[in-house]
């Protein structure tokens, strides 16, 4: 499915609609409808017993969005937290530098691409990929003039080197998306955190943001849960939270938001064994995203060209959007830079006893952190498909159907009497659906031709469909139709939890991961 289908049957099925519509939107905002909130939820809780319930060494927290200002002082996000902004001056349209001259690249890249997939088409069996990119002229010019582009601009951000950003935009003649011109403004910094005022406190002092991150949270909070939790090194700390972001370029949907969400853990190492945890936590991380169902293909890790002022490594899992691969998740080595800067600033010793060495220091952070956003619309793009099945009368007829893991759909089981004017069978589905309230999300749907409502639990990914029918009134069984193999099966009633549960529940997807 394209984009456009994707976005558009978030709507129309109550996944996601954009704020404020009634007053025309609000740009790069969302909201979640009845169908997106459950699913939503569901990417939560598996990511939180993951982590939390899945290690003993894993604590969870819930800091404030609402932080002391100087918070985000000692973290760097005041000085260096900077988008390289710059203006077309006819469009009037404002783009951030680094992603103007990104996305040339990507168009590079995407034309070597097409003359590796052509020659690949060409040679068959014999092709050889890595001999082909390194010796055809074309492909080698169009990849090394990529790779001089990306170490310039990794450069130019690393030094902040703004004029430089402006020149490569002019010399590779990068014109405004919208109009087409090349008359651009200098480049400027623009910073990107929300600011609020405090009501009882004038001026700069009272000036909060919103958070930028929930990492922050987790810092500042070290020593409490050191002391309450009574975990020892290696421990892992997460919190799941919004974070606000003032995104110059705002686009792509729930991908790039200016409010959104954020699962970050916090890994407290000894210092020196930071990247034996770094690959650790890149193959766990890889790990979650397989089990949920997101194929090997479609996930691939990327090395930051451009490392972050407190990182000593830093890797993106990247995932394959219906606009390309681009960055779902971060994993970082922040070395301890941020405990440091606490320290500094606040004072209070941020340092760890370590009773096996017997001395103390402040511990190395490894961080895994992946937008709760981006993973929704990671799994709705992966998951909503178009396919070809038979009909009732056995002619082939098309579904669109959410593949989601058994176990995230947001309605796990659908209870449909038949037919809506028995009271007999509308009576007996309702006692069912009572029934299994307790047990798991159910949804009642007693309106159209029951092929209809099965079009309509597809097409949200409801796993199972119960239909109660005449027989069902004789010997209390059912019929419990499969969405994936569309197998339809006849259960007694007083099986339906038992069976919905040993897919849906979430204890099959964690086991998934394994240990
Ligand atoms: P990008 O390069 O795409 O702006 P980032 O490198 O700034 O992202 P991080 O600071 O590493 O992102 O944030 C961690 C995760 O938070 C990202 O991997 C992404 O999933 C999510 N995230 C960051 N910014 C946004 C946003 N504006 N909207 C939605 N999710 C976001």
Same mark, same amino acid.
């Given at each position: 499915?394209?984009?456009?289908?994707?976005?558009?049957?978030?709507?129309?099925?109550?996944?996601?609609?954009?704020?404020?519509?009634?007053?025309?939107?609000?740009?790069?905002?969302?909201?979640?409808?009845?169908?997106?909130?459950?699913?939503?939820?569901?990417?939560?809780?598996?990511?939180w017993r993951s982590m939390v319930q899945r290690h003993a060494n894993i604590v969870g927290i819930d800091s404030a969005?609402?932080?002391?200002?100087?918070?985000?002082?000692?973290?760097?996000?005041?000085?260096?937290?900077?988008?390289?902004?710059?203006?077309?001056?006819?469009?009037? *349209? !404002?783009?951030?530098?680094?992603?103007? %001259?990104? &996305?040339?690249? #990507?168009?590079?890249?995407?034309?070597? =691409?097409?003359? $590796?997939?052509?020659?690949?088409?060409?040679?068959?069996?014999?092709?050889?990929?890595?001999?082909?990119?390194?010796?055809?002229?074309?492909?080698?010019?169009?990849?090394?003039?990529?790779?001089?582009?990306? *170490? !310039?601009?990794?450069?130019?951000?690393? %030094?902040? &080197?703004?004029? #430089?950003?402006?020149?490569?935009?002019? =010399?590779?003649? $990068?014109?405004?998306?919208?109009?087409?011109?090349?008359?651009?403004?200098?480049?400027?910094?623009?910073?990107?955190?929300?600011?609020?005022?405090?009501?009882?406190?004038?001026?700069?002092?009272?000036?909060?943001?919103?958070?930028?991150?929930?990492?922050?949270?987790?810092?500042?909070?070290?020593?409490?849960?050191?002391?309450?939790?009574?975990?020892?090194?290696?421990?892992?700390?997460?919190?799941?939270?919004?974070?606000?972001?003032?995104?110059?370029?705002?686009?792509?949907?729930?991908?790039?938001?200016?409010?959104?969400?954020?699962?970050?853990?916090?890994?407290?190492?000894?210092?020196?064994?930071?990247?034996?945890?770094?690959?650790?936590?890149?193959?766990?991380?890889?790990?979650?995203?397989?089990?949920?169902?997101?194929?090997?293909?479609?996930?691939?890790?990327?090395?930051?060209?451009?490392?972050?002022?407190?990182?000593?490594?830093?890797?993106?899992?990247?995932?394959?959007?219906?606009?390309?691969?681009?960055?779902?998740?971060?994993?970082?080595?922040?070395?301890?830079?941020?405990?440091?800067?606490?320290?500094?600033?606040?004072?209070?010793?941020?340092?760890?006893?370590?009773?096996?060495?017997?001395?103390?220091?402040?511990?190395?952070?490894?961080?895994?952190?992946?937008?709760?956003?981006?993973?929704?619309?990671?799994?709705?793009?992966?998951?909503?498909?178009?396919?070809?099945?038979?009909?009732?009368?056995?002619?082939?007829?098309?579904?669109?159907?959410?593949?989601?893991?058994?176990?995230?759909?947001?309605?796990?089981?659908?209870?449909?009497?038949?037919?809506?004017?028995?009271?007999?069978?509308?009576?007996?589905?309702?006692?069912?659906?009572?029934?299994?309230?307790?047990?798991?999300?159910?949804?009642?749907d007693e309106k159209d031709a029951i092929g209809r409502r099965y079009r309509r639990q597809d097409a949200i990914g409801?796993?199972?469909?119960?239909?109660?029918?005449?027989?069902?009134?004789?010997?209390?069984?059912?019929?419990?139709?499969?969405?994936?193999?569309?197998?339809?099966?006849?259960?007694?009633?007083?099986?339906?939890?038992?069976?919905?549960?040993?897919?849906?529940?979430?204890?099959?997807?964690?086991?998934?991961?394994?240990?």
């Amino acid at each position: 499915m394209d984009f456009k289908q994707i976005v558009s049957h978030a709507k129309e099925y109550g996944f996601i609609f954009q704020s404020s519509e009634i007053y025309d939107t609000l740009a790069a905002v969302y909201d979640y409808g009845p169908n997106g909130v459950e699913l939503k939820n569901n990417i939560k809780e598996y990511w939180w017993r993951s982590m939390v319930q899945r290690h003993a060494n894993i604590v969870g927290i819930d800091s404030a969005i609402f932080m002391h200002p100087k918070t985000w002082k000692a973290s760097g996000h005041v000085d260096a937290f900077n988008d390289p902004l710059i203006d077309n001056k006819d469009s009037k *349209k !404002r783009y951030r530098a680094d992603v103007l %001259i990104e &996305d040339y690249m #990507d168009k590079l890249e995407a034309k070597a =691409e097409k003359e $590796i997939k052509k020659a690949a088409k060409r040679f068959g069996e014999a092709f050889d990929r890595d001999q082909f990119v390194t010796t055809h002229p074309r492909v080698v010019r169009y990849l090394d003039e990529k790779n001089k582009i990306a *170490k !310039r601009l990794a450069q130019a951000m690393k %030094i902040s &080197d703004l004029a #430089d950003m402006k020149q490569l935009i002019e =010399e590779l003649q $990068i014109a405004c998306p919208e109009s087409g011109s090349r008359e651009w403004t200098d480049v400027r910094q623009f910073n990107l955190m929300f600011s609020t005022q405090l009501g009882n406190i004038a001026g700069e002092e009272g000036k909060l943001y919103l958070r930028p991150e929930t990492a922050q949270g987790i810092f500042v909070n070290f020593l409490n849960v050191l002391k309450t939790s009574r975990q020892k090194v290696p421990f892992g700390i997460a919190q799941i939270g919004k974070a606000f972001r003032n995104e110059i370029v705002a686009r792509q949907f729930i991908f790039r938001m200016r409010e959104f969400e954020q699962m970050e853990m916090q890994y407290f190492v000894r210092p020196g064994e930071e990247m034996e945890w770094y690959k650790f936590w890149k193959e766990e991380r890889i790990k979650w995203h397989k089990a949920i169902g997101s194929p090997q293909e479609k996930l691939r890790f990327h090395d930051h060209d451009n490392l972050a002022h407190y990182a000593n490594a830093a890797v993106d899992i990247q995932f394959d959007f219906p606009f390309g691969f681009k960055e779902l998740e971060g994993i970082h080595s922040r070395t301890d830079f941020d405990l440091s800067s606490h320290q500094d600033l606040s004072g209070k010793k941020m340092q760890y006893f370590d009773p096996e060495l017997e001395k103390n220091y402040v511990p190395y952070v490894i961080e895994t952190s992946i937008g709760c956003d981006r993973m929704f619309l990671a799994t709705i793009s992966h998951a909503l498909q178009e396919e070809k099945v038979p009909d009732a009368k056995g002619k082939e007829s098309t579904r669109v159907v959410m593949k989601f893991h058994p176990s995230i759909a947001p309605v796990k089981c659908a209870i449909l009497p038949l037919v809506k004017n028995k009271p007999e069978l509308t009576e007996k589905a309702q006692r069912i659906f009572d029934d299994l309230k307790f047990v798991t999300q159910c949804q009642y749907d007693e309106k159209d031709a029951i092929g209809r409502r099965y079009r309509r639990q597809d097409a949200i990914g409801t796993p199972y469909c119960v239909t109660i029918d005449f027989d069902t009134l004789d010997d209390d069984s059912v019929t419990i139709r499969d969405r994936d193999t569309l197998h339809q099966e006849r259960i007694p009633i007083r099986e339906i939890a038992d069976k919905v549960r040993q897919r849906t529940d979430m204890t099959v997807l964690l086991q998934e991961i394994g240990d």
